[in-house]
């Protein structure tokens, strides 16, 4: 039953192909064309380019026109007198003793507040205990301003020191506190499930 397609196919070129009447293909072609008329190309297609290209274009020099006017054309700048740059001093500057204490404590005052497990049950505490921090984070940055301001002394220095411990202690604290919240919670939990 399998037959080879090629030789189906040589047999009918030997046999050989019907032969056409003269000015059928004429006839065939024009048949064609009464039926299906050639339509007309649509310039469509350029007009979506050069459309597209111009759209771009647009938006383009918006984007230019809106960076430039941003920039002010005329700056003025005034001249001053007399330039003499601030340095602003913090307790690193002063010695590699008290930067290597001012890193301890700030590395440890981090380290605690990473540390802190916030949830609805304790928010109210760490949030008293953040007050307090921050008044001591305000209270730090005015002995520093005045550290700039008069310059180094014994009194600003070991002040900035004790404000650096005490974050840290008020820290520990709140961590103790946290500490015995979780543990009475969890003794009453135990309890009542005994």
């Known amino acids: 039953m399998a037959q080879d397609i090629r030789k189906i196919f040589g047999n009918e070129e030997e046999e050989g192909r019907p032969i056409l009447k003269a000015g059928h293909e004429e006839r065939f072609l024009k048949r064609l064309d009464a039926e299906l008329p050639e339509q007309k190309k649509k310039k469509l297609p350029y007009l979506k380019i050069a459309a597209s290209v111009i759209l771009l274009l647009?938006?383009?020099?918006?984007?230019?026109?809106?960076?430039?006017?941003?920039?002010?054309?005329?700056?003025?700048?005034?001249?001053?007198?007399?330039?003499?740059?601030?340095?602003?001093?913090?307790?690193?500057?002063?010695?590699?003793?008290?930067?290597?204490?001012?890193?301890?404590?700030?590395?440890?005052?981090?380290?605690?507040?990473?540390?802190?497990?916030?949830?609805?049950?304790?928010?109210?505490?760490?949030?008293?205990?953040?007050?307090?921090?921050?008044?001591?984070?305000?209270?730090?940055?005015?002995?520093?301003?005045?550290?700039?301001?008069?310059?180094?002394?014994?009194?600003?220095?070991?002040?900035?020191v004790k404000n650096l411990q005490l974050r840290l202690q008020l820290l520990h604290r709140l961590k103790e506190k946290l500490n015995q919240l979780k543990s009475s919670k969890n003794g009453a939990v135990t309890e009542t499930s005994v």
């Open 58 to 160: 647009g938006f383009g020099s918006y984007f230019f026109w809106q960076e430039n006017s941003s920039v002010p054309e005329e700056i003025v700048v005034e001249k001053q007198t007399e330039v003499t740059p601030v340095e602003k001093l913090s307790l690193g500057d002063l010695s590699p003793d008290l930067k290597k204490v001012e890193n301890y404590y700030m590395a440890s005052i981090n380290l605690e507040i990473s540390g802190l497990e916030v949830s609805d049950k304790n928010k109210a505490l760490i949030d008293s205990f953040m007050g307090e921090l921050s008044e001591l984070n305000y209270e730090y940055g005015r002995l520093s301003k005045e550290l700039n301001e008069i310059g180094p002394n014994d009194q600003t220095i070991t002040a900035m």
